[in-house]
Structures are given as C-alpha cells and as structure tokens.
C-alpha cells in the first residue's frame, strides 16, 4: 500500500507503517505505456510525485567527455593503471557514436580501452570494433524493392587505424541479421585478440565474459588454433 505507507508481511494480518522513499527509474515512456495499457495507470499516478527526466547520453554531448573521464578515473583505481586522457581521435570517435547503451556502455568501453592501453592515453586502437564502425556493420542498399546488397562487416574498414579494400558480396534476397551479428562478433574477437597478442586472459576480460565462454566462441568461429 504505497499511498498509505503501510505494508503487511505475506500470510500476516497486521499492518505496519513505513517511512520510506520509493524511486523507479526506467527508459520507457510510462505515461505513454500505461496509456497503451502496458503498465498499472493507478500505479504510475501513485510513484509520480516527482519526476526527473534524464536525457540519455547521445542527447548530452557536452557531457560525453565529464563521463569518460569519471570513468577512467575510477577504472585506473580498479585495475592500478595510470591513463591520464583520451587522444582526439577517440574523443571523436566518442561524440560520433550514438551510444544505444547509455552510461553502462560507456563505463564498459573505458575499462576495456583503459586495460588494452599502456601509454598516457587511449588511442584509437584501444576502442571496441563495433563503436568505430558503428554506421558500417550494416549497410543496406536496396536495389528493385526486394533484394539488397548486402556489405559485410569483414569487407569493410577493419577500423579508422586499419584501412581495407572495401568489396561487396553478391545481392541477396534477404537481410540474416544473425548471420551480421556473428561477422560483428568475430572481427570484435579477433580484433582483441590481435590488440592483447593472443592472451586469452587478457581477450577475455576486455571482452567482458569469461575464459570458457571466449574459448567456446573462438571454437565456433575456428578460432582456436
């Protein structure tokens, strides 16, 4: 009973009162889903007392640079490293990027790079495949309304510090998005790899999973020898 402040314990019969502060975050639109119906209208009306409206990151570019250094602050202490900065090439990379995973994203790219980095600052070669061609791991060009060319991400620039010759694949008549997420997910892998000289350990944490899950992975992409 959030409006009484009151609660009563599951199977119990007397009511206790509470003085407590309930806060709900969430990245949905609430009035517009309890207008759809999905979520308790009486509900939303009872926690929206005061509301804060936080935009998410791609809305806050000025911001962008405050948050990385926070979090490179915070990491170097994690992991006893002592990177002071970011090059301009990765501040650029930073404000382009439209960073669909808000501030958990973020904090993920930077203990990655910031672990992959052994000078002063982070360069280009320290960022994640997928944030340096993020408007590259699918390209779609239709061409008579049904099929599509279709340009893999392993035709593409590997990254801005390691151009490729760029091909395309025949048309198909349609779009596996499966089949994209696994090309991202092996240059991703093999990308770390190469950065971390092989070490397995060191693929692993930056990748964010564990030994057995990068040894699965490298199995089913042949990547284990």
Do not use: C
């Not at 904090?107 to 980095?117: A, D, F, P, Q, Y």
């Not at 993020?134 to 991400?153: H, I, M, R, S, W």
């Not at 801005?160 to 696994?182: G, H």
């Amino acid at each position: 009973m959030v409006q009484e402040r009151k609660l009563r314990h599951i199977g119990g019969n007397r009511e206790i009162e509470v003085d407590v502060r309930i806060v709900v975050a969430s990245n949905e639109h609430l009035v517009e889903a309890a207008r759809r119906g999905k979520f308790r209208e009486d509900l939303y009306y009872r926690l929206n007392e005061f509301n804060i409206d936080v935009p998410p990151l791609r809305e806050r570019r000025s911001d962008l640079m405050l948050f990385a250094q926070f979090f490179l602050d915070k990491t170097n202490l994690e992991l006893g490293k002592h990177v002071r900065g970011f090059s301009r090439e990765v501040e650029k990379a930073f404000s382009e990027y439209p960073w669909p995973g808000n501030l958990r994203e973020m904090r993920n790219v930077i203990k990655r790079s910031t672990l992959l980095t052994d000078g002063d600052f982070i360069d280009a070669r320290a960022l994640p495949f997928e944030l340096l061609n993020y408007d590259k791991l699918l390209f779609l060009e239709p061409t008579n309304g049904t099929a599509v060319n279709y340009v893999a991400p392993e035709a593409l620039p590997v990254s801005v510090y390691e151009p490729a010759v760029a091909t395309k694949l025949p048309a198909v008549s349609k779009v596996d998005l499966k089949s994209a997420a696994l090309e991202a997910e092996y240059e991703m892998i093999l990308n770390v790899l190469k950065q971390v000289n092989f070490n397995k350990s060191k693929a692993a944490q930056a990748l964010g999973i564990d030994r057995k899950t990068l040894y699965n992975k490298m199995k089913h992409i042949n990547l284990s020898n």
